[in-house]
């Protein structure tokens, strides 16, 4: 009797002593990141976002918002996290997708209210450009501001407080309380206060750190260093296609370099349009204020498909309509067009660009293009999915 009571003591003891345990179990703070990263986000050993080998003939970098690793691995699990939309179905990478030199293969990206109203821009080589204005119609003028509109906007992510959605307060009180979310704003910033100026500065250090300078024209110019000579690691007609590219009309070339300067091959502000003007939703209503437009720099992946339609209609399917539309423009309905791309007055108005390239010369343009496509940025870990479950 003695015996069985000592035991039945014990198992009480015992069982006391595991529900104690239980209720006095903290998870550290590399488990709560685990349980949602796996290994993917190591708090003592983030990836490497500031120390990048930007080439020195690369003349624009984004100065205002210094790199700072921890700060662009928060950026990374923001940048994917669906819980910045307001169902949990739609995060950045959803319209701008690293197979696809962060952008959509679709004309118009899926929101949580509907698709977007122009194509979703590639975001490679952002903080490289003399520009400072972001979107199609350059309506913000800095990459921090930029980052956080697509979350406010009612179509896309839906935090708009417009038709009584949630709004951009109510998305920084969701992520307040996330745990994972308060061990990173922790690390990061030293408490786990979720604000609108952390966001933005986070992910726009993400978006800062998508480069692409490992291309088939990086290698040529780091072999010649002068952009003007032929490369000897292009064919002939890369090398008249570049030629075509960087030399103005008036000297046999096609002008593209007035407004896509190398090395970078962006465009400044306040550009104007390049004759695109239809609209995603109706080819016959005018959209004549996009006037930004990205670098031209990874048009296509390295495996030679286009990394989504051209245009902020996605009205071009492939590098030869492009150069078909600059060859010749249409200046019907134009307004706010470049004055490189018309050539002088008829009697009915300015005449569109004409440049009368020979079927060798586009297709010599389109193969120099392609040597603008780089492979790193395509595959690299650091600006994948961090998240075990997509």
């Not at 500031?50 to 003349?59: S, V, W």
């Not at 690293?98 to 122009?118: C, K, L, Y």
């Not at 250090?205 to 952009?227: A, M, R």
């Not at 030629?243 to 103005?248: C, G, P, Q, S």
């Amino acid at each position: 009797m003695k015996s069985c009571l000592v035991l039945a003591l014990i198992t009480l003891i015992s069982i006391t002593s595991c529900q104690s345990s239980e209720e006095d179990y903290i998870p550290t703070d590399q488990t709560i990141l685990e349980s949602v990263f796996g290994t993917n986000v190591d708090l003592n050993s983030t990836l490497n976002y500031q120390n990048t080998n930007i080439p020195p003939y690369i003349r624009f970098t984004e100065t205002g918002n210094t790199i700072d690793n921890k700060k662009a691995t928060l950026g990374r699990i923001l940048f994917y996290d669906k819980q910045l939309s307001i169902d949990n179905s739609i995060s950045c990478a959803n319209c701008h997708q690293q197979e696809n030199a962060f952008s959509d293969t679709a004309i118009a990206s899926i929101g949580v209210n509907g698709v977007t109203v122009r194509h979703s821009m590639r975001l490679v080589n952002t903080g490289f450009q003399a520009g400072t204005n972001y979107f199609w119609n350059e309506r913000v003028n800095s990459l921090e501001r930029q980052v956080t509109e697509p979350i406010k906007d009612h179509l896309e992510m839906g935090f708009s407080g417009e038709n009584a959605a949630p709004n951009f307060d109510d998305l920084l009180s969701k992520l307040s309380q996330i745990d994972y979310y308060q061990v990173l704003f922790n690390h990061v910033y030293g408490d786990e206060l979720v604000t609108e100026e952390r966001l933005q500065e986070s992910l726009a250090q993400f978006v800062l750190s998508i480069q692409s300078f490992d291309s088939k024209y990086d290698d040529g110019l780091l072999l010649t260093g002068n952009p003007g000579q032929p490369f000897p690691n292009y064919n002939m007609s890369e090398n008249r296609g570049k030629f075509l590219f960087t030399t103005v009309p008036q000297n046999g070339g096609a002008g593209c370099v007035s407004c896509h300067v190398p090395p970078e091959f962006a465009i400044k502000d306040n550009i104007h349009n390049n004759g695109i003007i239809a609209t995603i939703a109706d080819p016959t209503i005018f959209d004549h204020n996009n006037t930004r437009a990205p670098t031209l720099r990874d048009l296509e992946n390295p495996a030679g498909y286009l990394n989504g339609p051209l245009m902020h209609n996605g009205s071009l399917n492939s590098l030869l309509e492009m150069v078909e539309h600059y060859n010749d423009i249409d200046m019907t309905n134009q307004q706010l067009v470049d004055p490189l791309l018309f050539q002088g007055l008829g009697p009915n108005g300015p005449i569109g660009q004409q440049l009368n390239l020979s079927i060798t010369d586009k297709e010599a343009l389109v193969n120099f293009l392609k040597t603008l496509t780089g492979n790193d940025m395509y595959t690299n870990v650091k600006w994948s999915n961090p998240f075990i479950t997509p």
